[in-house]
């Protein structure tokens, strides 16, 4: 099998061109935001208190790397982190005005770029194409899981 072939390479490339078209349509719109950046910022909108543990694990993020996303947040004033009242140890993000103005802003276009990631597939295709990453990462999930 020609490893151009196998399904890992073509999903590494698929990934590669999804954040591709993600970065160039949010900095046309003007934004400074990485598909990472936004999972998060969609994390902490939808799950007021989230710690960063809870972000991780919400975005599929490795635990280690996203106290460095949430860093770059910070810097940009888009999130704010407080002491947990439940768990002192443990720091609640939440996003700045700021952040949620960006959020509601370049929202749009992140919603409409999501056909050019599959624009070569019809829509009943994409639509199949979802379908079936969505059992594939499930599948792959519970299998990584029992490990």
């Known amino acids: 099998m020609n490893v151009y072939y196998m399904p890992g390479h073509l999903i ?3 990934n590669q061109m999804s954040t ?3 970065s160039h349509h ?3 719109a003007g934004y400074d935001l990485t598909p990472v950046q936004f999972a998060a910022m969609d994390a902490v909108r939808a799950n007021p ?4 543990a809870g ?6 993020y490795d635990r280690a790397t996203i106290g460095g996303v949430i860093d770059r947040l910070e810097q940009k004033g888009l999130v704010t982190r407080s002491i947990s009242k ?4 443990a720091r609640e993000v939440a996003l700045s005005d700021m952040g949620h103005k960006v959020y509601q802003d370049v929202l749009p276009t992140i919603v409409r770029v999501q056909g050019e990631i599959l624009e070569g597939l019809t829509d009943d295709e994409q639509k199949q194409f979802l379908r079936l990453a969505e059992k594939a990462l499930r ?5 990584y899981s029992k490990t």
């Open 20 to 22: 591709q078209v993600f």
């Open 55 to 60: 972000i991780a694990a919400l975005i599929a």
């Open 139 to 143: 599948s792959a999930s519970n299998s």
């Open 86 to 89: 439940r768990d002192r140890r």
């Open 12 to 14: 590494r490339r698929l």
């Open 49 to 52: 208190g989230l710690d960063q």
């Open 26 to 28: 949010v900095q046309v």
